[in-house]
Nanobody
Framework: QVQLVESGGGLVQPGGSLRLSCVAS????????MGWFRQAPGKEREGVSC????????LYADSVKGRFSISRDNAKMTVYLQMNSLKPEDTGVYYC???????????????????WGQGTQVTVSS
């Protein structure tokens, strides 16, 4: 069955960096656009970034442009999110998700994603 497993979260000081990983199994990663989302306590899930199947195109939320970078290694069945210059408002649970094949364009709309990981907690605090 389809599984997405995130790792790499933790506690980091403002200005610090983290690299999240998402290992996929149960499907062929290279056929799917993949995205990262986050959810802070009491807030709706927010799209952070999306990357095309081949890795040639990316999409970022305005709030993370210039600080976060999405990448993927299809041979390793893994998607990454490099997060630099972290701010307290970046705190939340970060999720990896698979964009449904029903949608052809890159997207950060949660409703267009069909499988989700369990999430990894990122806390930015001094």
């Amino acid at each position: 069955q389809v599984q997405l497993v995130e790792s790499g979260g933790g506690l980091v000081q403002p200005g610090g960096s983290l690299r999240l990983s998402c290992v996929a199994s149960g499907f062929t990663l290279m056929y799917y656009h993949m995205g990262w989302f986050r959810q802070a306590p009491g807030k709706e899930r927010e799209g952070v970034s999306c990357m095309s199947r081949s890795g040639g195109r990316t999409l970022y939320a305005d709030s993370v442009k210039g600080r976060f970078s999405i990448s993927r290694d299809n041979a390793k069945m893994t998607v990454y999110l490099q997060m630099n210059s972290l701010k307290p408002e970046d705190t939340g649970v970060y999720y990896c998700a698979r964009l449904s094949l029903s949608y052809h364009d890159l997207s950060t709309r949660p409703i267009e994603y069909d499988y989700w990981g369990q999430g990894t907690q990122v806390t930015v605090s001094s």
